[in-house]
C-alpha cells in the first residue's frame, strides 16, 4: 500500500468480539447498508471486505434467484425449472 492510499484510510478499533464499525463514508460509497451480508477474503497481506451478493447455490448464476427450503438457499429459476423437470 502507497502513502497515498494510507492517508486515505479511516481507522477504527475492534471490540471484544471481534466487531468493528464500517466508516459510514464507505457504507455509503458502496451501497452497503443494514441487513446487507458482507464477505471477507484473505488477500495475503490485508483483508478484503465485500457486500454480499447471493449467487444460485447450483449453476453460480446472479440473476433471476428464489429463496428456497427452511435454509433459505438461493437458487436460480432455470436451475429450479429442471429439478421440476427431472
Ligand atoms: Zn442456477
Known sequence: ???QN???????????VARVIIPRSLCTKYGISEGDEIAF???GSFIGLRKHRSSCCICGSLEDL?????ARKSI??????????A
Open 1 to 3: 500500500m502507497d502513502i
Open 66 to 70: 428464489i429463496l428456497i427450503g427452511e
Open 76 to 85: 436460480c429459476r432455470g436451475c429450479a425449472s429442471e429439478i421440476k423437470s
Open 41 to 43: 477474503s484473505d488477500e
Open 6 to 16: 494510507e492517508n486515505r484510510m479511516e481507522v477504527r478499533s475492534v471490540d471484544e
